[in-house]
């Protein structure tokens, strides 16, 4: 396990790029009322794509994977960054911030300041945005992983 919910990789293929995108945009396309349910949401742009898993729970530090379709003579390949919701990146900064700051303070009290909580608080919040990221990222991974070789999803 990494210690930041992000990482960043590099996929090659043997699809064109026009297959590449075709793959991307059957993979992306909304499902409508009457469809079948998709495994993942998202859209193409260009050579840029965003998709993310379709899960039917709340996960606030779900992973969203962005890909750059880079050309390669007849081929393709697909640089991948896996990170959070900007929103909950945000939050957890200023959360794992504000803690450590108060148990800081707490430890340089003369009054001998009991730093248990804030430090508890702390770690409790940073092992569920690991726990919660990268339970998801594994399975993000494999999907983006069919996507881009043209399996199906």
Known sequence: MKILPFERYSLPTNLGQEELYRAIDEACRSRGFAGPRRSIHGRRDGNDFKVYRAIRYQNT??????????????????????????????FMLVWLGGTFGIALVEMRDINGGEPKVPF????????????????????????????VYGQQL
């Not at 508890?120 to 494999?142: D, N, P, T, V």
Request: aromatic share 14%; charged share 15%.
């Open 61 to 90: 530090f779900l992973p969203y994977a962005f890909g750059r379709i880079q050309p390669d003579g007849g081929r393709a390949s697909v640089d991948i960054t896996l990170r959070m919701n900007l929103f909950a990146i945000v």
């Open 120 to 147: 508890i608080m702390c770690g409790a919040g940073y092992l569920l945005m690991q726990a919660a990221f990268w339970y998801e990222a594994s399975r993000i991974k494999s999907l983006v992983e069919k996507m």
